[in-house]
């Protein structure tokens, strides 16, 4: 389905914001308020916009040509010096922006399904919340296997963080300063694509299961 560059950019907007407020809300729940302090436990879009990462790489696959749009936020500072349990916190504030990106595939899920079943007629602007809703599932699922690989600053390295002993997390630290380095590597490459395209194909296959044309 070809859905229009604007909606895209609404809706990888909305996601990308719906996530690092997510991060935001569970490291105040754990005891750290840096983020709350600093402005960032916020659904508004604008403190959360990287100029690299919300608007020259978007940007970028535009004028090349992509498919789909994609791009990533400003990350959430935490201090986990703070947390309650740190060992514990670090997991679960990792884990809650993967999870919200979740959470709101379903929910575009559900309402997909809804307009199906009730059987909503089909109208310009129908057509352009059903385009958004799609778009939804697949960028949500997109971001969260996205940040669940394990490469600094990604998700996936802080929850992993959580379960490794000092000596590890020291090892692992190593790869910090490079991680940006791997991933735009990856990404440029390509090899990004075929390691997360068939996870969010199988998971999206999972939500539209039973959903007529789709």
């Known amino acids: 389905m070809n859905i229009p560059i ?10 990308m914001v719906v996530h690092e407020f997510a991060h935001a809300w569970m490291a ?17 879009p604008l403190v959360h916009i990287d100029i690299f990462g919300t608007i020259l790489l978007p940007m970028f696959l535009i004028y090349s040509g992509s498919s789909f749009i994609f791009g990533y936020p400003k990350p959430v ?8 349990n740190p060992k514990n916190d670090i997991i679960k504030v990792g884990a809650a922006g993967p999870l919200s990106n979740i959470i709101l ?4 899920t559900l309402l997909i399904w809804v307009i199906q079943v009730m059987g909503i007629p089909v ?9 958004m ?3 939804s599932v697949f960028i949500n699922l997109l971001l969260a296997v996205f940040n669940l690989i394990p490469i ?8 992993l963080t959580g379960f490794m002993n000092a000596k590890q997390h020291m090892m692992y630290e190593r790869i910090r300063p490079y991680g940006m380095f791997i991933i735009m590597f990856l990404f440029f490459t390509r090899i990004l694509w075929k390691i997360i395209m068939p996870v969010v194909s199988f998971l999206q296959g999972i939500l539209f299961w039973g959903i007529k044309g789709l």
């Open 105 to 108: 595939a379903v929910v575009s």
């Open 28 to 44: 105040y729940r754990c005891g750290d308020d840096t983020a709350r302090d600093l402005g960032r436990m916020t659904l508004n």
């Open 77 to 84: 500072p935490i201090n986990p010096a703070n947390f309650n």
């Open 6 to 15: 604007s909606i895209q950019l609404v809706t990888l907007l909305f996601a």
């Open 123 to 131: 109208s310009r602007m129908g057509i352009m919340i059903l385009n």
């Open 133 to 135: 809703l799609i778009f």
């Open 152 to 159: 600094p600053p990604l998700d996936g390295s802080q929850i």
